[in-house]
């Protein structure tokens, strides 16, 4: 996993959060997008944004990417394998 995978989701979800008046607390790959953090389809709109500004890539523009994302790890997983070396 690239180190910056993570972090740029993390970055990108504490930005949306303090971006919309909502707590910054410590977020977890555990989390629940929606149930832990609170985010609802636009913020996760939002976040995609940030991230294809971020790492370079929308991996949700692919017919490939069809998980389900629910949690923050879901995130971590689907845009580690998206900007992963050879990855198209």
Do not use: H, K, W
Not at 15 to 24: C, N, P, S, Y
Not at 43 to 51: E, F, G, K, S
């Amino acid at each position: 996993m690239r180190p910056d995978v993570p972090n740029a989701i993390v970055t990108a979800i504490a930005t949306v959060l303090r971006d919309t008046g909502r707590d910054t607390r410590p977020i977890e790959s555990g989390m629940l997008l929606a149930g832990d953090l609170g985010l609802d389809s636009l913020d996760l709109a939002q976040t995609i944004v940030l991230l294809e500004r971020s790492l370079g890539c929308d991996p949700f523009r692919s017919a490939s990417t069809s998980r389900s994302v629910r949690t923050v790890a879901d995130l971590i997983a689907i845009y580690d394998s998206a900007v992963a070396p050879g990855a198209s």
